[in-house]
């Protein structure tokens, strides 16, 4: 068939314009890699909303493809050196995997400083983190956000435990330095590993017990190998984990200022208190599975919580101790994160 002169102009515009919206999806191309499974809550409710909002707000140009279960290689605590040394793009990984390098930020990790609302603690570290107060740990990265989980919930394979007492001389899972001391104060031994090595620790009796979220259940399977789920009253948990989301340095400052706003906004104030929600969502989903497979809950009384906060309470002056030795005022960040949070509660 003989095309006229402009059918054939029509259709090549038409060619161009194809191709150039192909390659302006293609502009800007990032490796997001994180420790879980592309089953768990982490990786479907917020990972990949926050990748497609940033995909649309950049109108296409930009494709975040995402690698769970350390896909790309590597062991978990070596996800923030494969962001800083530009192996991938971006990292979702939790902060104490790597002791001592996010030191400031670990004032979220203490035990007493917020109880069971990730969504005022994400908040407190917005502000905080805004304000320069802990930004000085991720001089290497450019922090996409931070958070928390819900806190440490006591999980329990064969013997509860309603007293500080009852955990002496047991082994117990833990991935911070903080952890390990609220372990210590317990009177237990710390065992730390990446939450992905649990379940086989716990079906070989390696450890007795661990200190994670509800939210992580359901994809490590935890209600098979654990009998028991405790926490404080009113939700009080042992402490907590902090958790960034962060990208290449190098890779951040090539973008420019309009790809680098999509990515800022996706980002902003009120995504981290989502995180915050989205976490609270999948805890009571977790516990749940561990009810419906027959596990026993048990929310410790009021008294029985205050000899748990008391046994814990030198873990925060420990750490103020620990981080001065640095020359960070890790008394004035308690007071702060406090007082936020306190705020964020109300």
């Given at each position: 068939?003989?095309?006229?002169?402009?059918?054939?102009?029509?259709?090549?515009?038409?060619?161009?314009?194809?191709?150039?919206?192909?390659?302006?999806?293609?502009?800007?191309?990032?490796?997001?890699?994180?420790?879980?499974?592309?089953?768990?809550?982490?990786?479907?409710?917020?990972?990949?909303?926050?990748a497609?909002?940033?995909?649309?707000?950049?109108?296409?140009?930009?494709?975040?493809?995402?690698?769970?279960?350390?896909?790309?290689?590597?062991?978990?605590?070596?996800?923030?050196?494969?962001?800083?040394?530009?192996?991938v793009?971006?990292?979702?990984?939790?902060?104490?995997?790597?002791?001592?390098?996010?030191?400031?930020?670990?004032?979220?990790?203490?035990?007493?400083?917020?109880?069971?609302?990730p969504?005022?603690?994400?908040?407190?570290?917005?502000?905080?983190?805004?304000?320069?107060?802990?930004?000085?740990?991720?001089?290497?990265?450019?922090v996409?956000?931070?958070?928390?989980?819900?806190?440490?919930?006591?999980?329990?394979?064969?013997?509860?435990?309603?007293?500080?007492?009852?955990?002496?001389?047991?082994?117990?899972?833990?991935?911070?330095?903080?952890?390990?001391?609220?372990?210590?104060?317990?009177?237990?031994s710390?065992?730390?590993?990446?939450?992905?090595?649990?379940?086989?620790?716990?079906?070989?009796?390696t450890?007795?017990?661990?200190?994670?979220?509800?939210?992580?259940?359901?994809?490590?399977?935890?209600?098979?190998?654990?009998?028991?789920?405790?926490?404080?009253?009113?939700?009080?948990?042992?402490?907590?984990?902090?958790?960034?989301?962060?990208?290449?340095?190098?890779?951040?400052?090539?973008?420019?200022?309009?790809?680098?706003?999509?990515?800022?906004?996706?980002?902003?104030?009120?995504?981290?208190?989502?995180?915050?929600?989205?976490?609270?969502?999948?805890?009571?989903?977790?516990?749940?599975?561990?009810?419906?497979?027959?596990?026993?809950?048990?929310?410790?009384?009021?008294?029985?919580?205050?000899?748990?906060?008391?046994?814990?309470?030198?873990?925060?002056?420990?750490?103020?101790?620990?981080?001065?030795?640095?020359?960070?005022?890790?008394?004035?960040?308690?007071?702060?994160?406090?007082?936020?949070?306190?705020?964020?509660?109300?």
């Amino acid at each position: 068939m003989v095309l006229n002169g402009k059918l054939k102009l029509g259709l090549a515009a038409s060619t161009l314009a194809l191709a150039a919206a192909g390659a302006n999806a293609q502009e800007y191309e990032f490796t997001l890699h994180h420790l879980l499974s592309a089953q768990a809550p982490a990786h479907t409710d917020m990972l990949v909303p926050w990748a497609e909002r940033v995909e649309e707000l950049s109108d296409g140009r930009v494709s975040i493809e995402i690698f769970p279960n350390m896909t790309l290689g590597g062991r978990p605590p070596e996800l923030i050196t494969q962001a800083r040394d530009g192996v991938v793009d971006i990292v979702w990984t939790v902060n104490g995997y790597t002791p001592g390098l996010f030191p400031r930020t670990e004032v979220m990790e203490l035990p007493t400083v917020f109880e069971a609302d990730p969504v005022a603690a994400n908040l407190a570290l917005y502000d905080m983190y805004n304000d320069g107060l802990i930004s000085e740990d991720y001089a290497a990265v450019e922090v996409m956000w931070l958070h928390t989980h819900r806190g440490q919930g006591l999980h329990m394979a064969e013997e509860s435990a309603r007293t500080p007492e009852d955990l002496a001389g047991t082994s117990l899972r833990i991935p911070t330095r903080t952890g390990s001391w609220v372990i210590e104060a317990l009177g237990a031994s710390p065992v730390a590993m990446p939450v992905p090595e649990l379940p086989q620790a716990l079906s070989r009796g390696t450890v007795d017990g661990a200190l994670i979220p509800w939210e992580i259940i359901p994809p490590l399977q935890i209600q098979e190998q654990t009998q028991y789920q405790i926490e404080g009253a009113d939700g009080w948990r042992l402490g907590s984990t902090t958790f960034q989301v962060s990208m290449n340095q190098a890779r951040w400052d090539s973008l420019p200022e309009d790809i680098q706003a999509a990515f800022r906004e996706a980002s902003g104030r009120e995504w981290w208190a989502e995180v915050g929600e989205i976490w609270t969502r999948s805890d009571e989903v977790g516990l749940q599975v561990a009810l419906d497979a027959g596990n026993e809950y048990i929310e410790l009384t009021e008294e029985e919580t205050q000899a748990f906060r008391d046994a814990l309470t030198p873990v925060v002056q420990r750490w103020i101790d620990d981080v001065s030795e640095e020359g960070i005022d890790g008394e004035m960040l308690v007071d702060r994160a406090r007082e936020l949070v306190d705020q964020y509660s109300e």
